[in-house]
């Protein structure tokens, strides 16, 4: 099974073509045993390009616990590189099927590679059953958690998110509080815990624990979440720059259509053969 290994903003996963070959008979278990990072190929989940009759190419992406996810803003622009680069929808804009819906995408081509990628996110989900959470509010925003120490705003990008503004961002909050609100019974479906601090209204720092995956370099849903949750709670402007671990992403909830617009890297590694 040929795959490549792709990053954007050091949000790395495996990709599999599976338009030109056979999908995997079982991508839950594979997901687990190639993205290990000692005895598979490594990285936070695995990717699979598809075939979709409603778009250029479909994707579907399973975090490194096999658990599978409805959409990822780092993977969906590496999908996109992968579709162009590889010559299975050689444009300018493409169109990407994933569990949130078909999402628009803009490259930024330089000698014939995409090397950025602007996503049109759509509309943030805001209604607390549809996140889903238990938390009060239509979003939840500044609720306490004080089992958890934190205040919290809740947004769904296509999948759930829980963002905590504080005043520094320590290990002890993303390595220990993230990974207990990620499983707290307040969220149904498992949360997304981002870190923030605001650094100016328009530029803040992000550390994130994924859902299913642990801390990531990345995280494109999460950082197109934060742009939402930080005008909801009038800490940020509408546009912003995110520095996460793995680089920097540039996010816009555009009063025009209500959709959040994320531009960032999108990277190929390497390419090898998966020997089962």
Request: with cysteine; charged share 25%; glycine share 10%.
């Amino acid at each position: 099974m040929r795959f490549v290994k792709m990053q954007g903003a050091g949000n790395d996963y495996v990709y599999v073509d599976c338009i030109r070959q056979a999908p995997p008979k079982n991508p839950a278990e594979l997901a687990k045993r190639i993205a290990d990072r000692h005895f598979g190929v490594g990285g936070d989940g695995l990717i699979l390009v598809m075939p979709s009759e409603k778009a250029d190419a479909r994707m579907r992406m399973f975090n490194a616990d096999g658990s599978e996810s409805e959409m990822c803003g780092n993977g969906v622009r590496c999908v996109a590189k992968f579709v162009h680069d590889h010559g299975i929808a050689k444009k300018p804009t493409l169109t990407i099927e994933t569990g949130r819906g078909v999402l628009a995408l803009e490259l930024r081509i330089a000698d014939g590679k995409v090397h950025a990628v602007r996503v049109d996110m759509g509309e943030p989900i805001l209604e607390a059953e549809r996140i889903p959470t238990k938390l009060p509010g239509n979003p939840p925003v500044n609720v306490p958690l004080p089992q958890h120490g934190l205040t919290v705003t809740c947004v769904s990008m296509g999948n759930p998110h829980c963002i905590a503004f504080v005043n520094e961002i320590t290990d002890q909050l993303v390595l220990g509080v993230g990974p207990k609100v990620e499983v707290d019974p307040v969220f149904p479906r498992k949360v997304n815990v981002e870190f923030i601090k605001v650094n100016r209204p328009d530029d803040v720092t992000m550390r994130v624990w994924e859902r299913g995956s642990g801390e990531t370099l990345a995280c494109g849903t999460g950082a197109s979440a934060v742009c939402v949750a930080g005008v909801l709670t009038g800490r940020t402007g509408r546009k912003i720059t995110c520095h996460l671990l793995g680089g920097d992403l540039e996010l816009e909830w555009s009063e025009k259509d209500n959709h959040v617009y994320m531009t960032g890297p999108a990277v190929e590694v390497f390419a090898g053969e998966w020997p089962e």
